[in-house]
């Protein structure tokens, strides 16, 4: 299950979480809920705010490309803090999609070459620690769910 | 989100209140593709307000500014642009392809 990561690390409180609607409007809600996750882990501003829009922009990424668009499917946020790291999961269950594999824009390039999209995962590696997919079954008869689990490490 | 628009002789100036993510993006771009739809490519954004940019917003900046700088003919201007924005510009590699101005005034001023 995605939820064992290879961490040594014992959970210190269960996990909360929270299922929204595949929306765009369903953006503020998720970051509002990590926001909160990211302070209680006793992170400063700064982290939380990465954290904040590296879960936005795979929030994003699972409505456009594994739902296809905006859908009256939903989506599950799990967050789950650690001694040192926030574990934030994202659990869906539409096409399956793994943007871990998508390339990486070339961020140095000129306006002329520079491409308009691409941005979201690079983020996500930019401001998490770690992120890893995983392709799951879901719970029922529901087949096919994707897991996206974002790390990350709390300031030392 | 909030997007005002004020048209002056010489360039647009266009000012958003709140946050700027892929639900209100689109609203962002309206106004930006209303300006240049017109021929108008002299644009300062003055993003005092702007709590917060996702990637979707910055794909707005982007389209934008290359829309703007064809033939040499405009330019979007960035004008106090919140730490929390400009680490999320600077990330995206976008700080160089930009004018960014501290005081609104000069930047209104270059247009």
């Known amino acids: 299950m995605v939820e064992s990561t290879p961490e040594k690390h014992s959970a210190k409180e269960s996990p909360s979480r929270i299922t929204l609607p595949a929306r765009f409007a369903s953006l503020d809600s998720v970051r509002d809920f990590v926001h909160q996750a990211a302070e209680e882990c006793g992170m400063g501003h700064k982290t939380v705010c990465e954290v904040e829009l590296a879960v936005d922009e795979a929030f994003t990424n699972i409505i456009e490309h594994s739902y296809g668009g905006e859908s009256q499917e939903q989506i599950e946020c799990i967050c789950r803090q650690t001694n040192d790291l926030l574990v934030v999961v994202l659990k869906d269950c539409g096409t399956p999609f793994d943007p871990t594999v998508v390339p990486e824009p070339d961020v140095g390039a000129n306006l002329e070459k520079r491409k308009v999209g691409g941005l979201g995962m690079f983020f996500m590696n930019q401001l998490m620690d770690e992120v890893r997919y995983s392709f799951t079954s879901g719970p029922g008869d529901r087949k096919n769910c994707n897991a996206l689990t974002l790390v990350k490490r709390k300031e030392c | ?111």
């Open chain 2, 1 to 111: 989100m909030e997007v005002t628009t004020t048209q002056y002789k010489n360039g647009d100036l266009i000012t958003a209140q709140g946050r700027i993510d892929s639900s209100t993006a689109p609203q962002l771009a309206e106004k930006m593709d209303s300006i240049t739809n017109e021929g108008r490519y002299k644009i300062v954004f003055d993003m005092t307000g702007v709590e917060y940019m996702s990637s979707a917003g910055l794909r707005v900046l982007i389209s934008t500014q290359k829309t703007c700088k064809r033939y040499n003919r405009g330019e979007l201007m960035l004008a106090c642009v919140p730490e929390r924005v400009f680490n999320a510009l600077d990330l995206a590699g976008f700080v160089q392809l930009f004018s960014i101005y501290d005081d609104l005034v000069e930047a209104v001023a270059n247009l």
